[in-house]
């Protein structure tokens, strides 16, 4: 049986799961979920999992849930190349302590902004107050801020002068307020050129791809114009 991914490219861990499996050419069922039809409630997907989220995998009768859990599996069993997730002690800490760090953090604030600023709007019809969307800028940029003053600093990348997993996981997330109107690189030269590096590592076409499929019913690439280079 091929290597099965379960994943819905509207959300951002499934994006840098496959974007990773892409790059490395690892084969794979690509089995498509919708979250806003509700498909990953289905009584098929919840014999993958119980958690009923995607990213999933089933590799044979093996199955997984969580995307850095999903992306650490692929590197170890398909032995992707060492920048990924190094195998030097400090690199590798840098990029554990990334992916620690941005559940609660870029991933959290990034992800409010897009759903007050476009999705609630668009879907339920309801505006954001004012001040409740002002708070949540707020946090984002707070986040955004410890992005490149701790994690990049003067480096290339977050774990060094390579892409890693850490930068896979933060470009697909920090570009998602983007998608509704917020453009996080302006007055940002340093995260602008983290942005370029990463996009040019990853390759513009595969990372093009993935965006273009974001924000269901919209023409590809519609929300990203100007702020992705």
């Not at 979920?33 to 997907?45: A, P």
């Not at 992916?99 to 600023?117: N, Y």
């Not at 930068?167 to 302006?186: K, R, S, T, Y």
């Not at 370029?196 to 990372?207: C, N, S, W, Y």
Request: overall charge negative.
């Amino acid at each position: 049986m091929a290597l099965e991914l379960y994943l819905d490219l509207f959300s951002q861990p499934c994006r840098s799961v496959y974007i990773f499996a892409k790059k490395n050419n690892i084969s794979f069922d690509f089995k498509k979920l919708s979250l806003l039809d509700g498909q990953q409630y289905g009584e098929d997907f919840g014999k993958i999992s119980l958690i009923r989220k995607v990213p999933a995998l089933r590799d044979g009768d093996f199955c997984l849930a969580e995307s850095i859990a999903i992306m650490l599996y692929l590197a170890e069993k398909f032995k992707t190349p060492d920048f990924w997730y190094p195998a030097d002690l400090q690199q590798r800490a840098r990029v554990n302590e990334y992916l620690s760090w941005q559940h609660t953090a870029i991933r959290m604030h990034g992800s409010k902004i897009f759903w007050l600023r476009l999705m609630i709007p668009k879907v339920m019809g309801v505006e954001i107050p004012e001040d409740k969307m002002n708070a949540a800028l707020d946090d984002l940029n707070s986040s955004l801020k410890l992005v490149e003053e701790k994690f990049l600093q003067d480096r290339p990348f977050i774990a060094g002068d390579q892409i890693s997993l850490a930068d896979l996981v933060a470009i697909v997330e920090i570009v998602q307020p983007v998608g509704a109107g917020v453009d996080v690189f302006e007055g940002r030269p340093k995260l602008s050129a983290w942005r370029d590096r990463v996009q040019e590592a990853i390759g513009k076409e595969l990372f093009d791809e993935t965006q273009a499929e974001c924000v269901a019913g919209q023409s590809p690439g519609s929300y990203w114009k100007g702020a992705l280079r």
